[in-house]
Each structure stands twice: as C-alpha cells, then as structure tokens.
C-alpha cells in the first residue's frame, strides 16, 4: 500500500539494518486518522470473510486491533503476555518469542473470549519472524476457532516469517513489505 509505504520512507527509522522505527505514528505515538485508513484497506482485502473477532497480542498490536475491529464492526480481543490477577479464569495459551524483546512471552487469553467457530483475524504491527502470529494461531485452534488471516501492517519479507505463514495456508495481508533495508535506505516487495 503506497500511503503506508510513503509513510515508512519520510517517518521511518532504520535502525542496524534490522530494526525499522516507526515510534512516531505506527506503535508509540499513534496516528489514529492513519490507522483507521489502514483498517479500511484490510475491511476490503477481508470482504466476505464472515470475520467475528480481531486478535492481537499487547501492546503494540492493540491500536491497529481496535481501528480493524470498529471498521468491521467486530470485538477486539488481545492476549495478554502475563496472567494477572485480574485474569483469573480458564485460559488458552502460548509461549512466544518476542524478536523486539529478545526474549519470551507467555501470553493468554480468557477462554470466554475466543469460542469454538469464532471466525478470526489476526493483527499486528509487525510480521518479521512469525512468532507472535503461530502462537495466536496455536490459541485459536485450541479454543476451535478458525484463523480467516493475519492483517499486519510492515511485514520484514528478508526474515520469512510471512512467506512460511502463507506456505501454511494462512492469508497474510502486510500493507509494507520490506525486501531489504540497511543505513542506504528501504527497498519494498512489489
């Protein structure tokens, strides 16, 4: 999606060469009118899939869960990557590791909030190796929910975890997909 593209390339950060910083509008400060153009894309790329849930994994997934799950008119529900006390009840759950932070998550979700036949999509910010995104998939199957596709909006093409994800049968829709990025710039999937 070029309005996404655009924004990555004036607002974007590349950081190593493996870190993309979009802190500015995608997952610190967020551009709410931006998200919810965004949400409209997806609404289109996903018609027809009879879609009754969004699900995410906290934090940064929240926000383009909530502009994906009021465009279509869905709940939004996110994993939590630590069972609180306020989370007390019979749970799904995954381990999952976090490329961001290096380290892993146990993240779950009540069990009153994904039910058997939920049709599901899957939202995040970023796809890079696929992790948050296998063990979102491992909870819905748990729970005999059916994973309709992911929505993510940068998906890192050089770290493979999107091309295994739809070698699995799984529609993934990234809006950017990165081929290489490095201090020379960003180069998209066309």
């Not at 950060?13 to 997952?27: A, H, M, Q, R, T």
């Not at 630590?82 to 749970?91: D, G, I, K, L, T």
């Not at 970023?126 to 059916?146: D, P, S, Y």
Request: hydrophobic residues 40%.
């Amino acid at each position: 999606m070029k309005l996404l593209e655009d924004r990555i390339l004036s607002d974007g950060e590349v950081i190593g060469g493996k870190i993309l910083k979009v802190s500015n509008f995608l997952n610190h400060q967020i551009d709410v009118a931006f998200l919810d153009q965004l949400a409209q894309e997806w609404k289109n790329r996903f018609s027809g899939s009879k879609i009754t849930k969004v699900l995410t994994i906290e934090s940064s997934g929240i926000a383009i869960g909530a502009s994906l799950a009021r465009a279509l008119e869905v709940p939004l529900v996110f994993a939590k990557k630590h069972q609180s006390s306020n989370v007390n009840e019979e749970v799904y759950s995954s381990k999952i590791y976090s490329f961001t932070h290096d380290q892993y998550y146990n993240v779950v979700v009540s069990k009153k909030y994904i039910l058997p036949g939920d049709k599901i999509l899957l939202a995040d910010d970023f796809l890079a190796n696929g992790n948050a995104l296998k063990g979102l998939i491992e909870i819905c199957k748990g729970a005999g929910a059916e994973v309709v596709g992911a929505a993510c909006a940068i998906e890192k093409g050089f770290q493979n975890g999107g091309d295994q994800l739809r070698k699995a049968g799984i529609k993934v829709e990234s809006l950017a997909i990165i081929e290489k990025m490095d201090s020379n710039g960003i180069e998209f999937r066309k």
